[in-house]
């Protein structure tokens, strides 16, 4: 069963917690921690402790495609810590981050997400082969994400799929041209598809919240279980 995921974004944190009671209740909430300028780690448990349950926890480089300047190593270190006693339903790493900081935090206890996204360079078929190699048994989920000059790149990032059991990894490709990624990922086996609040766009090809569940409750009608 695939779960729709709303990004967050916001320039503070109270500012993103007030743009919880607009998403669907269904929804888990991915909070984009890297929108907000001069992040404390500390607010962070302050503001969204209480439905913990329903949150992906991201904090992105720049490097990784992250939106703020006031990106801090230490910052990422720190929410690690943090959300090993507040549990939140999944927390979003990028795999060059973990390989940079694992000599110094343990992620033991968390559910993660490792991800890698290519938004400035273009993987080849070994890249991505490696990739999953080496973080399969690591994390709960992979993401893989790329942002293609072609359906050759588009269609490279879905043939990952044939790779791991259904349900184990979520790739798709940024961009309006390539917004059919995102939903033909969710029919080869993503279990997250990331969709948007209404007239808050965060990337290029993200569905609205209710775009996402008017398509996953069409693929409910169809002969194979999503």
Request: aromatic fraction near 12%; charged fraction near 25%.
């Amino acid at each position: 069963m695939v779960s729709i995921v709303v990004s967050l974004l916001g320039n503070t944190i109270e500012e993103m917690y007030k743009k919880v009671s607009r998403t669907d209740e269904r929804s888990l909430i991915e909070l984009r921690l890297d929108s907000i300028k001069s992040l404390n780690p500390k607010d962070v448990p302050s503001y969204f402790g209480s439905f913990m349950d329903r949150c992906i926890v991201t904090y992105r480089s720049p490097n990784e495609g992250g939106m703020s300047k006031d990106y801090k190593i230490a910052n990422l270190m720190q929410l690690i810590e943090l959300m090993k006693d507040y549990h939140p339903y999944l927390f979003d790493i990028e795999a060059e981050s973990l390989k940079r900081i694992s000599n110094n935090v343990d992620v033991s206890g968390l559910n993660l997400i490792i991800s890698t996204h290519y938004v400035f360079t273009k993987p080849t078929q070994q890249d991505l082969t490696s990739f999953i190699s080496e973080f399969k048994y690591r994390a709960k989920y992979l993401k893989v994400v790329n942002s293609p000059d072609n359906i050759t790149e588009a269609l490279m990032i879905l043939s990952l799929y044939s790779m791991l059991e259904k349900g184990k990894l979520i790739a798709f490709s940024v961009g309006d041209k390539w917004a059919f990624t995102r939903y033909l990922s969710v029919v080869l086996g993503s279990p997250l598809m990331y969709a948007h609040l209404k007239n808050e766009r965060v990337v290029e090809g993200m569905p609205e919240e209710s775009e996402a569940y008017e398509f996953v409750n069409f693929l409910k009608n169809w002969p194979f279980t999503v």
